[in-house]
């Protein structure tokens, strides 16, 4: 396995673009707390990963689900994230920051919902851990998926634990730059699953 999932899901979860949402949803905790918070989002994203590696075919068999048409709707959801990074808005993003934190406020902990859910690893994230996750023929390579998971675990928490530092140096220009630069790549890897797709699907396309 190479490192185009590895590439494909820094795109999307793209720890980068949910600095300021982490400012934001943590500006009134304590360093303790902020600490917790960080090390918990990042534990939960690697979770989601390989729960999706792990399981996520299993899932589709149940429903009656062909990887091919599976990796169609999975390219059409990461295609749609890629334009939605374009615009500038972060992937996973399906409520303004306002709603999201009067939501959190009633919860335990912000950690896992909304920061890992939706915001790092939401539907175009599982998705594709599944598409990619069809491809591994081995357990070696179905095991550099899971690594890849504890490679976006680390950089979720690196970036999270240097939120300030990077929000001060990229300003909010330089994220939104990164945001549309991640996009760009996220939407020529969507055309390239969704063609895989179409190809299984129609084979004459192959031709």
């Given at each position: 396995m190479d490192f185009k999932p590895l590439v494909t899901l820094l795109a999307i979860v793209n720890p980068l673009a949910i600095v300021p949402f982490f400012i934001h949803y943590t500006q009134d905790f304590t360093r303790e707390q902020r600490r917790r918070t960080i090390w918990i989002a990042s534990?939960?994203?690697?979770?989601v990963i390989a729960t999706c590696a792990l399981m996520g075919l299993h899932i589709l068999n149940f429903f009656g689900i062909s990887l091919a048409?599976?990796?169609?709707?999975?390219?059409?959801?990461?295609?749609?994230?890629?334009l939605s990074m374009l615009n500038g808005r972060p992937v996973e993003s399906k409520t303004t920051a306002e709603e999201?934190?009067?939501?959190?406020a009633a919860r335990a902990s912000i950690a896992v919902v909304?920061?890992?859910?939706?915001?790092?690893?939401?539907?175009?994230?599982?998705?594709?851990?599944?598409?990619?996750?069809?491809?591994?023929?081995?357990?070696?390579?179905?095991?550099?998926?899971?690594?890849?998971?504890?490679?976006?675990?680390?950089v979720t928490a690196l970036c999270f634990s240097l939120a300030q530092p990077i929000a001060r140096g990229l300003g909010k220009t330089g994220i939104?730059?990164?945001?549309?630069?991640?996009?760009?790549?996220?939407a020529a890897l969507a055309v390239e699953v969704m063609s895989d797709g179409l190809v299984q699907l129609f084979p004459f396309l192959g031709r």
């Open positions: 534990f939960s994203a690697f979770v048409s599976f990796q169609v709707g999975g390219g059409l959801l990461l295609l749609t994230a890629a999201d934190v009067q939501d959190a909304p920061l890992t859910i939706p915001l790092l690893t939401g539907p175009a994230t599982m998705s594709t851990v599944v598409i990619y996750a069809e491809k591994a023929k081995t357990f070696w390579q179905l095991g550099t998926l899971i690594g890849y998971g504890v490679v976006i675990a680390l939104n730059v990164m945001t549309r630069l991640m996009g760009l790549i996220l």
